[in-house]
């Protein structure tokens, strides 16, 4: 069975609705000359819709995926304003983010629905990138557990769980996004060997080979304590993303902190 060693870490810049097209090709140009050999790390960048086609083409080649920040779960139709999963593969989008947070609050989305986007996601060959957490108030009333769990069964039921790589999940403390709070890496750690254990329960062994990510406030100063911790395997980056200095030292940062005999 594999341990935390054998999953790749993968670090995602999520840059909600911030940079033009313009503005993400030159990001790219400044990131991709600092990264360098990515053998031992997977790097993502989430760009806002209208800059996916600049972003993706900047990055061709480079090693760093494409991923959209949500999709319509229709294949298509008339639904102003949304976004396929035709249309997601058709830019070369390799991941796509589903159920974040942002979402959930201020959408109203659901996890039965976002349990039917990340099967469409699978079924084009995208990963989604599954995110659950819970709120300060939750989190205070020590539902955390409890919340975590319904959420992230329910937006799994209709994936496929393959090899292990087939998707992603997502912890983020809700309470901790954008508010410089972050969860202490034990704090974190519980939830995601509860999110693992969560795993096992609904897809057996093959959990061990889900890469789950932390999400909340992850910066390059915390990103190494918390990647030390044997079921974090990467982040999920909000406003640290939005520089390519931050997010190339991240990605490397991500990358020492996987390698064996790392503390």
Not at 181 to 189: D, G, K, V, Y
Request: glycine fraction near 12%; proline fraction near 5%; charged fraction near 20%.
């Amino acid at each position: 069975m594999p341990d935390e060693k054998t999953r790749i870490p993968i670090v995602a810049g999520n840059w909600k609705m911030f940079k033009t097209a313009g503005e993400a090709q030159a990001f790219a140009e400044k990131l991709l000359p600092q990264l360098g050999d990515l053998s031992g790390v997977e790097a993502v960048i989430a760009p806002p819709f209208t800059a996916l086609d600049r972003l993706g083409r900047a990055l061709g080649g480079s090693g760093v995926a494409l991923a959209a920040q949500n999709v319509n779960a229709e294949a298509g139709g008339a639904h102003t304003g949304e976004i396929s999963v035709e249309m997601l593969g058709e830019l070369g989008c390799q991941y796509a983010i589903v159920g974040h947070s942002e979402r959930r609050v201020m959408y109203g989305e659901r996890s039965d629905g976002v349990a039917i986007k990340a099967r469409q996601l699978q079924n084009a060959g995208i990963c989604p990138i599954v995110c659950v957490g819970e709120t300060l108030e939750e989190r205070e009333a020590e539902r955390t557990l409890e919340v975590v769990q319904s959420a992230l069964t329910a937006s799994l039921a209709e994936v496929k769980a393959g090899d292990g790589t087939e998707f992603v999940v997502a912890y983020e403390p809700v309470w901790a996004i954008g508010t410089g709070r972050t969860a202490t890496p034990e704090i974190a750690q519980e939830v995601h060997a509860f999110i693992r254990a969560t795993l096992r329960a609904q897809f057996g062994a093959v959990a061990e080979s889900v890469r789950i990510q932390y999400g909340g406030s992850v910066k390059p100063d915390n990103i190494a304590t918390l990647m030390a911790q044997p079921d974090i395997d990467g982040a999920l980056v909000g406003g640290a993303s939005l520089d390519p200095d931050s997010l190339a030292k991240l990605i490397h940062l991500a990358a020492e902190a996987s390698k064996p005999g790392a503390s």
